[in-house]
């Protein structure tokens, strides 16, 4: 903090200047105590002086002393009340100007007994009969909201501020609606704004009169009601287009955000949204005109844009083409779009910008242009070919970055292309020796691995990294010990000696446990069974897809109702970088009307919908209508047994326990100088427990047990020490249970439930990995509520969906759905249709992921079916194999 | 809302602060002066966040300017609202520079007392705020009313930009189609991108509150008017060429939007004085002033050959003024030698440039410059960029091929008509970034 004391002679003689008789020395006076508060000097000794300055006709004088006030009078609460007075009779001035400033700067002083006071000015100013003081008090609600909600709402403010929005005057409209935006900001529920046909309109009327700024927070306003179905959202669409004509740019795009969100609700075949996308293009490109800082806010939107609806912008490539003096950010931002909007059509163009680019002296600009021309590769097949060819001169000039960033592309273009680009292999091992950086090394050394059998000095270039083994990072490390060992299966007979080496490299010297344990499962492999080895490791690989670094949809969509904000502009939601409530609420594209058939299956609509296209008679009355206790027996009149006794949906679960896995060795013997562990989780009542059991076979006492986890896919962590009492005498076992919390350091694991674990006692520390069933993360309250599952269903993209099969199960679905609850797996509705019982059941990890899964079924068929949908379809199998596994116990 | 807005010198010195929100504290200055000012890389984005607070900036030669937030604001609005002060400064006190910031820093309170509230932006036209805030500091009781009333209903009402009761003896417009051209040319004379960015400037002395009307050969309008009648054939084929198509065009906040987009056409009630009245942007048909050619030959590792050709496209009648050319050389040149048959040429050092400099060329010509540039050896194994050969210079026609067809002025309360007003209309064509790559 900067702040300069001000000597006591410069105090006193301001002092003396304040209490002058002549204005002008007084005003001068103030002047100076208004210019050095401005460089951060402490002058609030001067308060009862100021404050005295402020009975004056001279208008400037006094909004300098009001200045002076606004900064102080939280430090000085107890002087600023003499200040109350003039307030309270400036608000009664004949002249405008003045109420306006008095009750503006009110608002201004943070002081709860100048709040008091403030309210009855501010009832009369909000009913002023000169448009400019009504603006001025709208705002003040607002500030005297934010000092004291509460006294806001009994004062009744917020209705008079409602009345305000069909004022005559467009600006007091303009700055109520501010006013009661951001007010309902921090009453997310409270439908404050209450919008609805009739206020819209007389929106839409103030927004075709109001200053530029008030366009701008009416249509942010705007942007934010649901219109009731499509025509209405059309017309609304049809009144905000011709201020996509505005000299102000945030007018503009904040008219581009109406439009982008209503557009969601039009039907795609109707002419207008053919209309409306045209008329979208011009203006978007016109903001590439303004002041770069436009400029970069406007490219930071259209990526988004680009992202959600890439017609609109298909034809304009050009216009993203870089300039030699754009500034850097505009660069950057230019070339991810281009990439974006790269096709067949537009390639051959593309490719000759970036390749122009690549030449350029700004590094980041030119990785990324060098990156892109990979990219394109990738994206369009045709142009594959020109664009190594273009890599390929790019390495030819040597520069190192430019060289490196190519071989890393590459590598991606072989993936993507198999077995049609490796003749360049060999210029590219002339540039072995440039390398020097991870990621460049490990693609290269990817590159030799998997080409191993074409490259005649495979082994050599190879062995030449395994000089330096232990200076290399992690990622070369990596990649080096799997290319030895590809080129070892591809050319036993040369490369026995360089794959001990590495092997030993990477097991006996490496501490790292990645490196570590991948060198074991290899050296065990290979000497265990080198055809499954093979299998393994020159296991073909699945292809890279095209589209990388896309926004994850539902992202997207609650950035595109936050278009023009700071919030398209970091490409993150507003709660994780806005403090507190204001604006944490997420924001949601509007459905399309009717449109839900292209969404979910057809089953599960006739399901939820009521409908009879299943043929299922019985439930028919679907889901949403029907309360939550199901006729069970009704519907499974096969079930029987116990199933039928217990309502499902009550949640009153079976006193089965959840399912816990038979403990399995974990650290042999032989592995851990004679400790033995093994072990198992589980999870009861709500708590995550490690079980161990500790077994000492070696021939001295162990004592100083310690356990630590590495980080992992769900932050799993000790909740407290290993509570190993008394020394654990040779032979001696025994049993410990961990409680494990989830709010430890994640990183995602391969596989997802892997688990990488040391302990240490007090003869050495050990390490071993074990996988623990995801069930364990099942939460309890993961039964989702009915409608909130339909909503989620649709709105998870089907591509996400995966299917399947449990064999040889022969519990009937009652059962079944008895044993998955608990495991925490919540069927929350079940039907049959022609003898096939379909359980949908929900399920809620602790790290907050939910995970949908509809169950089939089939009476007689020891098959079932399961289909599991999540936003992090990553998670699927696991989810499977635990179901699987909990049904087969 | 806009939290706070700081004005600094290039040293980081605060010059103005303005703290509008509670949420915003004095360390606030500090964080942008030491995360911003004085860090020594290259300013990667004018957004800034640090430590949940938002920095907006932009720069003014050598002063900056910096809007502070914590809270999701409209980005565009706090940009366009920082333009938006450089000019009603710039209107008050001229160029933005540390001393008159300094000496005028009372006004500038003032001001952003008055265009900003609570984060807010207000009106802030500079015609409504120079009625009620003067350097003079106005003393309210000496305004009757009525004034009081009608500086507040124009800050608040519809036509914020016009005052009532203005009056001059001659009626008098002047109008300026002023354009920018821009291209992207490849080496081989293939143009990659090229567009014309337009402006309509007006300088309007009219009394009262005229309405006015504004007609230019917009393609569409023409060719609605021409569905019409039978004509249109005949016109074209006499003329030439006879409409545009503008691909997008933004209006002054006088012009009545709804009325463009339903009728194509551009009403208003003019702001007294200068103003700008559009913008557009053209891509299609348009008329490149100068066609630049050039040659570049590597010599051996220590001499590049240059010749550029420009050749003006253009009535020969005209005249081009203010050509300059651009060429850029090799940071390891160590001397060079030029020939051009026309005008003046340099080799700036400083520059990393050869400049060409002709006053006056007539339209249809075709001139040369050839120069031997000599290199030092280097072991720099990074290639010269080679940028592009920029050009500069102003026709005296729009190279959109834009034309003004009318300005009709209405004021149906005063005694003058259409006819009265005299009128003039300019039209300036200049380069904007006119690039050809070598």
């Known amino acids: 903090m900067l702040c300069f004391h001000v000597c006591a002679g410069e105090i006193f003689e301001l002092k003396a200047e304040l209490n002058s008789d002549k204005k002008e020395k007084k005003k001068e006076a103030v002047k100076k105590v208004i210019a050095s508060m401005t460089v951060g000097k402490d002058v609030s000794a001067l308060f009862p002086d100021v404050v005295n300055c402020m009975q004056t006709d001279n208008l400037e004088l006094k909004k300098l002393v009001y200045l002076y006030l606004m900064n102080y009078a939280k430090s000085q609460p107890d002087m600023a009340i003499m200040a109350v007075n003039t307030f309270v009779k400036d608000c009664e001035d004949p002249n405008p100007l003045i109420r306006a400033l008095a009750v503006r700067t009110m608002g201004c002083i943070r002081v709860d007994k100048i709040t008091e006071y403030l309210c009855e000015p501010l009832r009369k100013c909000l009913k002023d009969e000169d ?39 467009p600006m007091v409209v303009a700055n109520a609606v501010a006013a009661l935006s951001e007010i309902a900001e921090s009453h997310p529920n409270s439908n404050l704004l209450d919008l609805n046909p009739q206020s819209i309109n007389k929106l839409l009327t103030a927004l075709n009169e109001c200053t530029e700024w008030g366009q701008i927070f009416i249509l942010d306003c705007l942007a934010n009601y649901a219109p009731r179905d499509d025509r209405e959202s059309q017309s609304i669409c049809e009144r905000v287009t011709p201020r996509l004509s505005h000299a102000n740019s945030a007018v503009v795009l ?253 097991t006996q010297d490496s501490d790292n446990p990645d490196l570590r344990d991948r060198g074991y499962i290899y050296w065990r492999l290979l000497s265990t069974d080198p055809v499954a080895a093979k299998e393994v490791v020159l296991a073909e690989k699945p292809l890279i897809s095209e589209e990388t670094d896309l926004i994850e949809p539902t992202l997207l969509e609650e950035l595109i109702c936050h278009i023009g904000t700071l919030a398209s502009v970091y490409h993150k939601p507003p709660s994780a970088f806005v403090e507190g409530s204001r604006g944490v609420m997420h924001k949601r594209l509007p459905a399309r009307t009717g449109s839900l058939v292209s969404v979910i299956p057809s089953h599960t609509l006739s399901f939820f919908l009521g409908g009879d296209i299943g043929g299922s008679a019985a439930m028919g009355a ?37 399912y816990i896995p038979p403990k399995t060795v974990w650290l042999p013997a032989m592995k851990a100088k004679g400790l033995e562990i093994s072990g198992t989780f589980a999870r009861r009542a709500g708590v995550i427990q490690m079980e161990l059991t500790l077994t000492n076979k070696a021939m001295s006492v162990m004592t100083d047990f310690a356990i630590q986890f590495n980080r992992n896919s769900f932050g799993l962590a000790p909740a407290g020490p ?37 302990v240490k006692n007090n003869i050495d520390v050990f390490y071993f990995s074990c996988q623990y069933p995801i069930s364990m993360l099942f939460v309890e309250d993961g039964k989702m509520e009915r409608q909130v599952f339909l909503a989620t269903w649709k709105d998870i993209p089907n591509e996400n969906e995966s299917q399947f099969q449990i064999k040889d199960c022969h519990l009937n679905s009652d059962a079944a759905s008895n044993k998955l609850q608990a495991s925490n797996i919540f069927t929350i509705a079940k039907r049959t249709v022609e003898g096939q019982d379909m359980l949908y059941m929900s399920i809620k990890l602790s790290n907050g992921i939910w995970v949908l899964a509809e169950l089939r079924v089939q009476t007689g068929n020891p098959n079932y079916t399961i289909s599991v949908k999540c936003r992090a379809p990553e998670v699927s199998q696991c989810v499977f194999q635990c179901c699987e596994a909990v049904l087969k116990n | 809302m806009i939290g706070g807005l700081f004005i600094y010198n290039h040293k980081g010195e605060v010059l103005i602060s303005r703290v509008y929100r509670d949420d915003i504290g004095r360390h606030a200055v500090d964080a942008f002066r030491v995360n911003v000012i004085h860090a020594r890389q290259q300013v990667r984005s004018p957004v800034t966040n640090i430590a949940r607070t938002s920095f907006f900036h932009v720069k003014r030669s050598n002063i900056w300017l910096a809007a502070v937030t914590k809270q999701n604001v409209n980005a565009a609005m706090v940009f366009e609202f920082l333009y938006k002060m450089c000019d009603v400064m710039a209107a008050y006190f001229g160029k933005i520079s540390e001393e008159n910031i300094k000496n005028n820093f009372v006004l500038i309170y003032e001001l952003l007392d008055e265009i900003l509230d609570f984060g807010y932006p207000q009106n802030s036209e500079t015609g409504a705020l120079k009625t009620f805030i003067t350097q003079q500091g106005i003393k309210g009781q000496h305004q009757t009313k009525e004034e009081q009333s009608q500086i507040t209903s ?66 569409i309008v023409i060719d609605k008017a021409g569905k019409g009648g039978v004509t249109d054939d005949v016109a074209k084929s006499t003329t030439g060429k006879q409409s545009i198509a503008i691909d997008d065009c933004t209006f002054n906040q006088c012009v009545r939007l709804s009325k463009f987009d339903s009728e194509r056409s551009i009403s208003f009630i003019p702001p007294d004085g200068e103003y700008e009245l559009m913008r557009y942007r053209t891509t299609k048909d348009i008329i490149l002033p100068f066609r630049v050619i050039p040659l570049v030959r590597e010599v051996g590792r220590t001499k590049l050959e240059v010749k550029v050709v420009i050749k003006s496209n253009f009535k020969p009648s005209l005249l081009a003024q203010k050509i300059e050319v651009r060429i850029p050389t090799p940071l390891n040149t160590s001397g060079v030698q030029v020939i051009c048959m026309k005008g003046k040429a340099k080799y700036k050092a400083s520059e990393n440039a050869i400049v060409w400099k002709i006053k006056r060329m007539a339209g249809m010509k075709e001139s040369q410059i050839s120069a031997e540039i000599e290199l030092l050896p280097t072991n720099d194994k990074k290639k010269w960029a080679r940028p592009p050969i920029s050009m500069n210079f102003e026709v005296p026609f729009a190279p959109s091929g834009l034309k003004v067809r009318y300005l009709k002025v209405f004021e149906s309360k005063l005694n003058y008509s259409d006819h009265d007003v005299i009128k003039w209309v300019r039209y300036i064509g200049r380069s904007g970034i006119y690039e050809t790559r070598c």
């Open chain 1, 131 to 169: 448009p400019y003081v009504r603006k001025t008090a709208a705002v003040c609600v607002a500030k005297l909201h934010d000092i004291n909600a509460q006294l806001v709402e009994d004062q009744g403010f917020l209705d008079t501020l409602k009345d305000l929005i069909s004022d005559s005057n």
């Open chain 1, 254 to 506: 904040s008219a581009v955000k109406v439009l982008m969100k209503f557009m969601e609700m039009l039907p795609k075949d109707l002419d207008y949204y053919g209309t409306l996308l045209k008329k979208l293009a011009p203006p978007l490109v016109t903001l590439l005109s303004a002041e770069p800082e436009l400029q970069y806010v406007a490219l930071r939107n259209i990526n988004l844009i680009v992202q959600k609806r890439p017609e609109i912008l298909k034809h304009e490539m050009k216009v993203f083409f870089v300039k030699y003096n754009d500034p850097i950010y505009v660069k950057l931002e230019k070339l991810d779009i281009m990439i974006r909007l790269a096709s067949q059509a537009n390639i051959a163009q593309v490719l000759a910008e970036l390749k122009e680019y690549a030449t350029e002296v700004d590094v980041d600009f030119v990785r990324k242009a060098v990156r892109a021309i990979g990219r394109c590769a990738i994206k369009v097949e045709q142009s594959a070919e020109r664009c190594v060819s273009t890599l390929l001169d790019l390495i030819q000039t040597k520069v190192n970055y430019v060289v490196q960033e190519a071989i890393v592309v590459i590598k991606d273009i072989f993936r993507k292309y198999p077995n049609k680009y490796e003749s360049v292999i060999a210029t590219l091992c002339e540039n072995l020796d440039s390398l020097d950086e991870p990621e460049a090394r490990a693609a290269m050394i990817w590159i030799v691995g998997e080409y191993a059998e074409r490259i005649d000095n495979a082994d050599e270039l190879l062995e030449s990294f395994l000089e330096g083994f232990h200076d290399e990072s992690t990622q070369v490390q990596l990649q080096l010990l799997t290319a030895i060992v590809k080129l070892f299966l591809k050319k036993p007979t040369e490369t026995q000696e360089l794959v001990q080496q590495v092997l030993s490299l990477a």
């Open chain 1, 622 to 658: 679907g889901f949403g209508a029907v309360p939550a206790v199901m006729p069970a027996s009704l519907n499974a009149p096969m079930g029987g047994g116990l199933g039928d006794l217990f309502d499902l949906g009550g949640g009153v679960g079976m006193p089965l326990g959840a």
């Open chain 1, 722 to 758: 290993l509570q190993v009492l008394s020394p654990l005498s040779p032979n001696q076992t025994i049993e410990v249970s961990l409680p494990l919390s989830t709010v430890g350091p994640v990183m995602k694991m391969e596989p997802l439930n892997n688990l990488q674990v040391a």
């Open chain 2, 154 to 219: 124009q800050v608040t009402g519809q036509i914020g930009w016009r005052r009532e009761g203005i009056k001059y003896r001659r009626n008098e417009l002047f109008l300026d189609v002023l354009e920018s051209v821009n291209l992207l040319m490849s080496p081989q004379g293939q143009v990659l991108s090229a567009h014309v960015s337009g402006r309509v400037v007006m300088k309007s002395y009219l009394s009262g509150m005229p309405e006015c009307k504004f007609g230019m050969n917009d393609k």
